[in-house]
C-alpha cells in the first residue's frame, strides 16, 4: 500500500480523490483544491495513459502526466507525498490498494470505475475520522457513491450557474436618449463619423450594441460602443451579402440582435466575435455570409477556414474514423451547416455547382480541430462552429495560432452538448464568453442571438420540448 502517513493526521484538511474524467477536463486540476488533499489512483494513471495517443484528449492526458512528473521530480527525496506549488501548502498522494472485502459483489471490479469506488470505500474504513469526497463528471458514478454511502461532487472549478447562463438569453438593450444626445450623434454631415460620447450610466461593454429610442419612444437606429464613443448604425441598411436581419415571431418588429451581430461579423477592428445562440437562430448564416463577403468582395482575408469539434460514437472526441477517403471527404457530412449556407450564397446567378469550385479552389478550407495544432491561421477568415463541445484548452489551442490579420468567430449553443466530457456549464465556449466579459478588449465581442428565425416549427419545438 501507499504511505498513508499523511492521512494519519488528525487535522481539518479534506480528501479529494479525483476521477480520470476530472484529469482529462482540466490538467490544472490538481492545483484547484487549496490546502487539502488530493488523492490520484494508480488507476486512473492507467487510464490517462490510454488516452495518450488521442488527437486532442491525448493533449490534456499527455500535460496531466508531464505536471505529474516535474512535482514528483522536485519533492524531497524521502517523502512519498508530493507537495503542491500552489501557496496553499496543499498535497497530492497517489494510491494504490485499499480495495474494501465490503464492496458489493455485484459492482465488477473488471470495470475501471468499481475499482475506484472500492478503494473509496476501503479508505474510509482505514481511516474513519478522515473526511473523503470523490471529484467525478461522471452522473452514474456521482449516484453509484450514494449507494455506497461516498461524499461525492461535480468538478465545479469552471462552472457558472443556471441563473447566470439564462441571463445570456435575453434581448438586447434599449436605450433612450433625450433631443441634445441624439442631435449630437448626427452632428457630422458624414454618416461614417455618426457618434456621440459614450455614458458611463448605460453599463455598455466594448463593441456591445444597443437599440436607440427618441424621447417618444420611437426607434430610430442602432449604437455600438467604441471605447469612449457611441457608434450609430443604420438598422435597416445593415446587411451581409444583401441578406438583413430576420423576423417571423409577429410579437417581434425588429430583430436588434442580429442587427448588430452583422455590425460585428463586418467590423475589421473586430478580431473576435463569440455568437451565442440556440439552434435555428441565425449564427451559421451570418458567419458564414460575412465569410464569403470579406474574402471574395472585399479582399480583406486570403481564405477562409471551417472548423468544428467532431464528435464520434467511439467517445473519444475528435478522432473521424478508418473508412476510406480523404479528411475532406470525411469532414463534409459534419460540416452540413456550413455546406448548406455555402450553397444558399453562391447559387443566385451562378452556376449550380459553383459552391463545389469553392471547395476544390483550397480557398474554403476545412479543417479537423485536432489539424489545428501547428497551423498558421494567418490572413484568414476563421469560423469555429459548435463550440460548446470543445473544452477550455482546445479553444485556447485555437485561438493562439491567430494570425495578425485574422478574424474568428465562435458559434455554438451552451445547452445542446454531445461531447461526454463537457457540461452546458463547463464547456470552451462557455468558457471563452465568460473570459471575455471579465477581460474585454477592443478587439472582442460578443452577441447573444435570442429570436428563432429558421421557421414556426422550429420555434415551436424549441419552447415546447425542453430537455433536461
Known amino acids: ?52 495517443n488521442d488527437p486532442i484528449i491525448g493533449y490534456n492526458a499527455r500535460e496531466i502526466s508531464s505536471k505529474l512528473e516535474q512535482l514528483i521530480n522536485r519533492r524531497p527525496e524521502d517523502k512519498i507525498d508530493i507537495p503542491i506549488p500552489n501557496g496553499k501548502k496543499g498535497f497530492i498522494l497517489l494510491i494504490h490498494g485499499y480495495v474494501s472485502n465490503n464492496f458489493p459483489k455485484e459492482l465488477s471490479l473488471t470495470y475501471k470505475d468499481n475499482i475506484i469506488l472500492s478503494q ?64 449630437s450623434i448626427f452632428a457630422s454631415q458624414k454618416s461614417e463619423n455618426w457618434d456621440g460620447p459614450y455614458k458611463k450610466k448605460w453599463h455598455l461593454r466594448e463593441n456591445e450594441g444597443v437599440a436607440l429610442f427618441d424621447p417618444n419612444n420611437h426607434f430610430f437606429g442602432m449604437g455600438i460602443r467604441k471605447s469612449n464613443r457611441l457608434k450609430y448604425f443604420d438598422y435597416h441598411s445593415t446587411k451581409i451579402l444583401s441578406y438583413s436581419s430576420k423576423v417571423i415571431d409577429p410579437q417581434y418588429e425588429y430583430n436588434f440582435e442580429q442587427a ?28 458564414m455570409g460575412a465569410a464569403l463577403e470579406k474574402v471574395f468582395k472585399e479582399r480583406k482575408y486570403d481564405s477562409i477556414k471551417l472548423i468544428k469539434p467532431i ?10 474514423g478508418f473508412l476510406p477517403g480523404s479528411m475532406k471527404r470525411k469532414l463534409l457530412p459534419k460540416m452540413r451547416p456550413f455546406i448548406d449556407k455555402l450553397r444558399l450564397f453562391t447559387k443566385e446567378g451562378e452556376e449550380e455547382n459553383s459552391y463545389k469550385k469553392l471547395l476544390d ?82 478587439f472582442i465581442a460578443q452577441i447573444c442571438l435570442v429570436q428563432m428565425v429558421r421557421s414556426y416549427t422550429s420555434k415551436w419545438f424549441e419552447e415546447s420540448l425542453k430537455s433536461k
Open 260 to 287: 448588430v451581430c452583422m455590425q460585428q461579423a463586418m467590423d475589421d477592428d473586430i478580431k473576435v466575435q463569440i455568437i451565442i445562440g440556440r439552434a435555428g437562430t441565425g449564427k451559421t448564416h451570418i458567419a
Open 361 to 442: 479552389s483550397g480557398i474554403i478550407e476545412i479543417m479537423n480541430l485536432a489539424d489545428v495544432r501547428g497551423t498558421d491561421l494567418s490572413n484568414a477568415f476563421v469560423i469555429f462552429d459548435e463550440a460548446q463541445n470543445a473544452n477550455p484548452f482546445q479553444m485556447r489551442t485555437l485561438g493562439t495560432r491567430l494570425g495578425e490579420n485574422t478574424k474568428l468567430i465562435v458559434l455554438g449553443d451552451p445547452t445542446q452538448i454531445d461531447s461526454i466530457y463537457l457540461d452546458k456549464y463547463s464547456n470552451g465556449l462557455i468558457n471563452l464568453y465568460e473570459t471575455s466579459l471579465k477581460k474585454s478588449s477592443d
Open 311 to 320: 464528435i464520434t460514437k467511439s467517445r473519444l472526441g475528435e478522432d473521424v
Open 120 to 183: 473509496i470505500v476501503g479508505l474510509k474504513e482505514a481511516f474513519p475520522h478522515r473526511e473523503f469526497i470523490f471529484v467525478t463528471k461522471d452522473r452514474n458514478l456521482r449516484i453509484k457513491s450514494i449507494a455506497l454511502e461516498i461524499n461525492s461532487e461535480d468538478y465545479q472549478h469552471d462552472k457558472i450557474s443556471d441563473e447566470y447562463l439564462a441571463s445570456f438569453f435575453q434581448p438586447l438593450t434599449e436605450i433612450q436618449l433625450d433631443e441634445e444626445e441624439i442631435k
Open 1 to 52: 500500500m501507499s504511505d498513508t502517513s499523511l492521512l494519519q493526521l488528525k487535522d481539518d484538511r479534506r480528501i479529494y480523490i479525483l476521477d480520470t474524467n476530472v484529469l482529462l477536463h482540466d490538467p490544472s486540476a490538481i492545483f484547484r483544491f487549496d490546502e487539502h488533499i488530493v488523492l490520484i489512483p494508480l488507476s486512473v494513471i492507467d487510464e490517462i495513459d490510454g488516452k495518450k
